[in-house]
C-alpha cells in the first residue's frame, strides 16, 4: 500500500491594520520655522500660560475614543522657545509678559477625513499690567495628519497677534506707568486760593487784624493761631512712568484764628507768629523728606500718608513743647530763645 505524506506548510500572514495618526502620541510640536517678523517697540521677556496641565490644549476623538492633545514642553516652554529661537528681539526695549490665557484644539474623525477647530488667547503685561488680549479661531477639513494645521494655526497666530501688540504699544506705551518706580515731584506753594488763609512766607508776618475766628472764652489762653500743612497731588504717566506732583501748602486759617482783647499786644502777635514759624519749617522738611524717599507703583500712596503722619505729629509736639516751655509766650527769656532759633532754622532750610 502506497503512503501518502501529505506536507501542510505555515506560511506567516502580515496583516495590515489602520493605524490612527497620533499612534506616536497627541502631541504638537513647533517648527523651529524663522519669523520675518521683528517687534520695534517690545521683547518677549518671558511667557506663561493659564492652562491647567490636567486638561492639556484640547482633544481627539478618532471615532472610537476621545484623548488629550498636549504641546511638546508644555505651553509656556514650547512658545518661549519658538519665540526666543525663530523671532528677532531688542531687548533694549520694554520687556513685556505673553502670557496664554487660552487654548483649545478640537480634532475629530469624520468618516475618513479630520476636522479640526482651533481656538487661542494671547494676553500682553508689562510692568505687572494686564495691556491687552487677543483672541483667534481657525478651522479646517483634511485627510493628512491634523496636527500639521493646529501647529500651523499656533505660529500664524503668535506671529499674528505679536504683530498687532506691536502697533498697539507704540500708540500706548508712553501712557501706561510700567515702571515699577514713582518719581515725585514736590514744591512749597506760595499762594492760596482760599480767601480765609494766609499762605506762609517770610515778607509777610501775621497782623492782629488777621485773627478773625471766634473767640474761645472758656479757655484761659489769650490767643490761638491755627495753622496747617495742605497735601495736593496731581499725577501723570510720562515715558512709561508714573509722575506724582506734590504741592504743600503751609497756612494759616483767619476764621479759626482768634485773639482775645486783653492779649492784642506785640509780643503775644510774636508768639503766634512763632507758631507759624514751626508750622512752614515742618512743611519744608516733609517736602524733603518727600524727594528723598524711594517711590514704588506699590508703596507711593502708603508712605505718602505715613510721612504726612510723621511730621504733623512732630509740628504738633513742637508747638506743644513750644507753649510749655514759654508759658504761652509769658516767660520773656525762653521766648526770645525759641524765637531765635526758630529764625535760624527758617533761614536754614532755603524754603521761603
Not at 497627541?26 to 486638561?55: G, M
Not at 501712557?175 to 506753594?189: F, Q, T
Not at 492782629?208 to 495753622?227: H, K, M, N, W
Not at 504761652?328 to 536754614?348: F, N
Amino acid at each position: 500500500m502506497k503512503q501518502i505524506m501529505r506536507v501542510f506548510l505555515f506560511v506567516p500572514v502580515l496583516l495590515i491594520l489602520p493605524v490612527a495618526v497620533f499612534a506616536q502620541g497627541n502631541v504638537i510640536t513647533l517648527k523651529q520655522e524663522h519669523v520675518a517678523f521683528v517687534p520695534k517697540t517690545y521683547y518677549i521677556s518671558d511667557v506663561t500660560d493659564s492652562i491647567p496641565d490636567s486638561v492639556g490644549i484640547g482633544t481627539i476623538y478618532d471615532g472610537t475614543k476621545k484623548q488629550p492633545v498636549t504641546m511638546e514642553g508644555g505651553v509656556a516652554m514650547a512658545f518661549k522657545n519658538f519665540i526666543d529661537h525663530n523671532i528677532a528681539q531688542d531687548k533694549s526695549t520694554q520687556a513685556v509678559v505673553l502670557n496664554v490665557s487660552k487654548m483649545d484644539i478640537d480634532i475629530k474623525k469624520k468618516g475618513t477625513s479630520w476636522q479640526v477647530n482651533a481656538a487661542m488667547s494671547i494676553t500682553f503685561y508689562a510692568g505687572g499690567i494686564k495691556l491687552v488680549q487677543y483672541s483667534g479661531k481657525g478651522s479646517a477639513e483634511m485627510d493628512s495628519d491634523p496636527r500639521e494645521y493646529a501647529e500651523q494655526f499656533v505660529r500664524q497666530t503668535i506671529e499674528k497677534d505679536m504683530s498687532k501688540f506691536d502697533g498697539y504699544w507704540a500708540e500706548h506705551k508712553n501712557s501706561v506707568a510700567v515702571s515699577e518706580v514713582v518719581k515725585v515731584n514736590v514744591v512749597v506753594a506760595k499762594t492760596i486760593n482760599k480767601p480765609n488763609c494766609i499762605v506762609y512766607t517770610t515778607k509777610r508776618q501775621l497782623l492782629i487784624s488777621d485773627f478773625t475766628g471766634p473767640v474761645q472764652d472758656d479757655v484761659s489762653e489769650l490767643a490761638a493761631t491755627y495753622s496747617g500743612i495742605a497735601f495736593s497731588t496731581t499725577g501723570a504717566t510720562e515715558k512709561g512712568q508714573l509722575v506724582i506732583n506734590v504741592t504743600l501748602t503751609p497756612y494759616f486759617d483767619k476764621t479759626k484764628s482768634w485773639f482775645k482783647e486783653a492779649g492784642k499786644n506785640p509780643v503775644l502777635l510774636a508768639h503766634e507768629q512763632a507758631h507759624f514759624d514751626i508750622t512752614a519749617i515742618k512743611a519744608c522738611e516733609l517736602a524733603e523728606a518727600l524727594r528723598k524717599a524711594a517711590f514704588t507703583k506699590d508703596n507711593y500712596l502708603a508712605l505718602f500718608d505715613q510721612l504726612q503722619q510723621q511730621y504733623v505729629g512732630q509740628s504738633n509736639e513742637e508747638q506743644n513743647t513750644y507753649d510749655n516751655e514759654t508759658n504761652h509766650g509769658t516767660i520773656p527769656d525762653a521766648q526770645q530763645a525759641w524765637q531765635k532759633r526758630i529764625l535760624l532754622k527758617v533761614k536754614a532750610l532755603d524754603c521761603y
